[in-house]
């Protein structure tokens, strides 16, 4: 009897491709990005910037190394 279930890609190939769609839509979404470029309207002007964080969560607390695990919400502002 023929077999009727769906041909699947080794994991290694699956992976692979993943890898190449991100290059992509890397070199898509960055296509004549300029780094240098600021939101102003004039060269000169000052961009203001501001950085917040929050911790969301307490994981571990390791106090024999002084260690704490957390997540964090990272808020960044221009």
Do not use: C
Request: glycine fraction near 2%.
């Amino acid at each position: 009897a023929a077999d009727s279930s769906p041909r699947r890609e080794p994991m290694s190939s699956h992976v692979e491709t993943q890898a190449h769609a991100e290059e992509r839509l890397l070199k898509t979404l960055f296509s004549g990005y300029n780094k240098w470029s600021r939101p102003v309207a004039n060269i000169s002007d000052v961009v203001l910037v501001r950085f917040g964080l929050s911790i969301a969560q307490l994981i571990d607390v390791d106090e024999k190394n002084q260690m704490m695990t957390t997540n964090v919400w990272v808020k960044q502002e221009w």
